[in-house]
């Protein structure tokens, strides 16, 4: 589908479409079959030719519409990247961007070259200035602030957090919800409270940043505790989460942990 912004009312029923808005976060759930998520962008390599970054970039495939989760820190870094493991941006339904920092959003005018009006959400508390430049170059962008479905069994935490702002991405499995987070800048215990608040479904996986790099080892494990006590089965901790957090959740999960990194591809 080739989407363009021409007016205000066709922007609007594009975007709708995309977002499949007639399934509501209080409609029924459809768990998806085949989901996988591929890492694009991120602090180490796993893949011969890519690069690593300060960033974190994902495409989640499988569930119902091909969604770019983030999009890195460098084009540089990011084209190489996509291009090495044979991402096809094209194909991509939706542009989902966690929180409006540089690290996460660098990336973002190569996937908006590679395909022309591609939607993009953003949470609500990004600057005004991010969604004019999306706009500018072709695309719908929607700033979202509450929980929104964007297809069955898919959802946008909406925008959370105060100082900063930030949005998780919600896949419901056969094995229970999987979050993706970027930086997890409202703290990843929040984040994951308000998730199981709104779906009151066990949390099996989360994956992604949970901006822990400075935090004290008594602290993460505090955290690592409490997502256990919330039924978390399965962590890829990377990106901000830090070296040394990072270890403490291997150790604690075994292997239920999940070594990500560019070219990471793990099935959800």
């Known amino acids: 589908m080739h989407l363009s912004l021409r007016s205000l009312v066709p922007v609007a029923i594009l975007i709708g479409v ?30 011969d030719g890519c690069a690593a970054g300060w960033g974190f970039s994902a495409l989640v495939e499988g569930i119902g519409r091909t969604i770019l989760f983030d999009a890195g820190a460098e084009e540089g870094i990011f084209r190489q990247n ?19 920092h540089g690290d996460h959003t660098g990336g973002l005018n190569v996937m908006l070259e590679r395909k022309k009006g591609v939607p993009v959400l953003v949470p609500a508390g990004a600057r005004a200035a991010l969604l004019t430049d999306i706009r500018a170059k072709g695309s719908p962008a929607t700033a979202v602030k509450d929980w929104q479905a964007i297809v069955p069994g898919v959802w946008s935490t909406g925008d959370l957090g105060q100082a900063i702002h930030e949005q998780a991405l919600v896949v419901d499995t056969p094995r229970g919800l999987v979050v993706i987070t970027g930086c997890a800048h409202p703290g990843i215990v929040s984040m994951l409270d308000a998730v ?42 990377t990106h901000c989460t ?23 591809k793990l099935s959800l």
């Open 196 to 237: 199981k608040a709104a779906r009151k479904k066990n949390i099996d996986t989360v994956l992604g940043g949970f901006h822990l790099n400075q935090t004290p080892a008594d602290a993460v494990d505090a955290i690592i505790s409490r997502f256990k006590a919330l039924g978390v089965q399965r962590v890829g901790a």
């Open 82 to 100: 996509v291009d090495t493991l044979g991402a096809d941006l094209a194909r991509v339904d939706l542009v989902f961007i966690s929180h409006d």
């Open 18 to 47: 995309v977002l499949s808005a007639a399934v509501r976060a209080s409609g029924p759930a459809a768990a998806p079959s085949g989901a996988t998520l591929t890492i694009l962008f991120d602090n180490t390599s796993r893949q």
């Open 242 to 264: 830090g070296d040394a957090a990072t270890g403490q959740f291997r150790k604690a999960f075994g292997a239920g942990f999940i070594e990500l990194g560019v070219g990471a």
